[in-house]
T-cell receptor, first 113, second 113 residues
Framework: QKEVEQNSGPLSVPEGAIASLNCTYSDRGSQSFFWYRQYSGKSPELIMSIYSNGDKEDGRFTAQLNKASQYVSLLIRDSQPSDSATYLCAGGTPYSSASKIIFGSGTRLSIRP | SQTIHQWPATLVQPVGSPLSLECTVE??????LYWYRQAAGRGLQLLFY??????ISSEVPQNLSASRPQDRQFILSSKKLLLSDSGFYLCAWSVGGEVSPLHFGNGTRLTVT
């Protein structure tokens, strides 16, 4: 069974600090990785995509990928109360003309004032 | 721009009743289409995905089925609902023919009583 693993949290971070979210995956065929944010009762929204080893930055968000270690992370700088949500890590494996995208169970992040 | 519509938003159905959830995508052609289910407090479980009309891949054997009668229409069905079918059902699309992120609809919250 191909899996994506995340610490369920909750992860509590003071406002203005850096939040660090981690994810590991078991399928070495996975080529693409995504971070989604999900507010309670809402559908997931895409934050970051990362396809190659290294760091990718977008505003306050930085995604990091290490394929050798099968490890993906998301850093959120200058954390804001609006960042309080569940963060889902997902890995995509090419299959036919699509990609099977498997999600972790999510990490609940709480930003405390 | 692309948009995805999913309905209904909420649904309460008795055990043993049929189910039909519909999803349509606008603004793109030949998308990959997906159905996920999220149980309360859990991650997203991939149910079905489709790379084209009439092409359905099932990930989890269960009493659900999916159909794609038109290029941008994806339907999730059941002949007889079980209590365990309760959950948050999410339709998503991605660009066809490549590994790309998912974009989700607003979801359907199904309660089976």
């Amino acid at each position: 069974q191909k899996e994506v693993e995340q610490n369920s949290g909750p992860l509590s971070v003071p406002e203005g600090a850096i939040a660090s979210l981690n994810c590991t995956y078991s399928d070495r065929g996975s080529q693409s990785f995504f971070w989604y944010r999900q507010y309670s009762g809402k559908s997931p929204e895409l934050i970051m995509s990362i396809y190659s080893n290294g760091d990718k930055e977008d505003g306050r968000f930085t995604a990091q990928l290490n394929k050798a270690s099968q490890y993906v992370s998301l850093l959120i700088r200058d954390s804001q109360p609006s960042d309080s949500a569940t963060y889902l890590c997902a890995g995509g494996t090419p299959y036919s003309s699509a990609s099977k995208i498997i999600f972790g169970s999510g990490t609940r992040l709480s930003i405390r004032p | 721009s692309q948009t995805i519509h999913q309905w209904p938003a909420t649904l309460v159905q008795p055990v043993g009743s049929p189910l039909s959830l519909e999803c349509t995508v606008e603004g793109t052609s030949n998308p990959n289409l997906y159905w996920y289910r999220q149980a309360a407090g859990r991650g997203l479980q991939l149910l079905f995905y489709s790379v084209g009309i009439g092409q359905i891949s099932s990930e989890v054997p269960q009493n659900l089925s999916a159909s794609r009668p038109q290029d941008r229409q994806f339907i999730l069905s059941s002949k007889k609902l079980l209590l365990s079918d309760s959950g948050f059902y999410l339709c998503a699309w991605s660009v066809g023919g490549e590994v790309s992120p998912l974009h989700f609809g607003n979801g359907t919250r199904l309660t089976v009583t």
